[in-house]
């Protein structure tokens, strides 16, 4: 079965220091693979997505996430975050059928 | 932008009634979703729909059932509510393999 593993529950860093957010996931073929941020009482939306092609891909706000087949990873990184940054990151994992896998959540506190 | 919105953003429920929880999608997607969010469980599936009239079990489908009257309706009903489906519920539409767009949420809490 799919699964998805962010194996930090939180992550704290500094305004303008860099960041990077765990995924790893688990599934025999390659998945489509997404990042979506949750801000405060608000739904999900979509950061960045994968399929093929260039294994790292651009997202929304400087985001970008790097794909490693030899490691199963999907992470997330920016180079300089933002005290908005602070929100709820997931990783999540569709394999073609009609049902999106979420990790558990990664919580961002970017501190001033 | 897709729009996705749930009704009741809050609900207080007493244990052993009935709650019904709405969700209207306006772009037409055929697959629309239901999940749980719970500290340390990120998001669980508890149902979706591949289309009107289509209903289909989810992960943790236990003590819920879902209506799919329309393409742009999709219900989540607790019978029986129990304190342990004291959770957030998000309902959610697109296609999983590009995107899925997400409502903000209803809070709900059974005492």
């Known amino acids: 079965a799919q699964s998805v593993t962010q194996p930090d529950a939180r992550v704290t860093v500094s305004e303008g220091a860099s960041l990077q957010l765990r995924c790893k996931y688990s599934?025999?073929?390659?998945?489509?693979l997404f990042w979506y941020v949750q801000y405060p009482r608000q739904g999900l939306q979509m950061l960045l997505k994968y399929y093929s092609g260039d294994p790292v891909v651009q997202g929304v706000n400087g985001f970008e996430a790097e794909f490693s087949k030899s490691d199963s990873s999907f992470h997330l990184r920016k180079a300089s975050v933002h005290w908005s940054d602070s929100a709820v990151y997931f990783c999540a994992v569709s394999a073609g059928g009609y049902k999106v896998v979420f990790g558990s959540g990664t919580r961002l506190l970017v501190s001033p | 932008e897709a729009a996705v919105t749930q009704s009741p953003r809050n609900k207080v429920a007493v244990t052993g009634g009935k709650v019904t929880l709405s969700c209207n999608q306006t772009?037409?997607?055929?697959?629309m979703y239901w999940y749980r969010q719970d500290t340390g469980h990120g998001l669980r599936l508890i149902h979706y729909s591949y289309g009107a009239g289509s209903t289909e079990k989810g992960d943790i489908p236990d003590g819920y059932k879902a209506s799919r009257p329309s393409q742009e309706n999709f219900s989540l009903i607790l019978e029986l509510a129990t304190p342990s489906q004291t959770s957030v519920y998000f309902c959610?539409?697109?296609?999983?393999?590009?995107?899925?767009?997400f409502g903000k949420g209803t809070r709900l809490t059974v005492v």
């Open positions: 959610a539409s697109g296609d999983p393999n590009t995107e899925v767009f």
């Open positions: 772009n037409n997607h055929n697959n």
């Open positions: 599934y025999s073929a390659t998945p489509y």
